[in-house]
Nanobody, 124 residues
Framework: QVQLVESGGGLVQTGGSLRLSCAASGINVNTYAMAWFRQAPGKQREFVAAITGTAITTSYADSVKGRFTASRDNAKNMVYLQMNSVKPEDTAVYYC?????????????????WGKGTLVTVSS
């Protein structure tokens, strides 16, 4: 049974930092492209960041480029999202996703496995 479990969410002030973690079981994350998505209240789920199985390549939404960093530790089967210089508009539930194909990793409908999410709230 595949499980992705996010953690690290919480309340943070504008300009602060937070690190999200995603613990995977039932799959080897080094064989998947891993992604982070977010969903704000009343909005659709949107792509945030992704990292290839080898961690050589990353991709970011324009809204977080230069502020967020995706990383992974394949030995621990973990994926991370370092969030710096956060803004109130970063407030959302953040989801970890696994996709067998790098080319579709930014598409919500292409993700093979999802976690249940962790809430990030940025106060102004």
């Amino acid at each position: 049974q595949v499980q992705l479990v996010e953690s690290g969410g919480g309340l943070v002030q504008t300009g602060g930092s937070l690190r999200l973690s995603c613990a995977a079981s039932g799959i080897n994350v080094n064989t998947y492209a891993m992604a982070w998505f977010r969903q704000a209240p009343g909005k659709q789920r949107e792509f945030v960041a992704a990292i290839t199985g080898t961690a050589i390549t990353t991709s970011y939404a324009d809204s977080v480029k230069g502020r967020f960093t995706a990383s992974r530790d394949n030995a621990k089967n973990m994926v991370y999202l370092q969030m710096n210089s956060v803004k109130p508009e970063d407030t959302a539930v953040y989801y970890c996703g696994a996709d067998r194909r790098w080319g579709t990793v930014s598409r919500v409908d292409a993700i093979d496995y999802w976690g249940k999410g962790t809430l990030v709230t940025v106060s102004s």
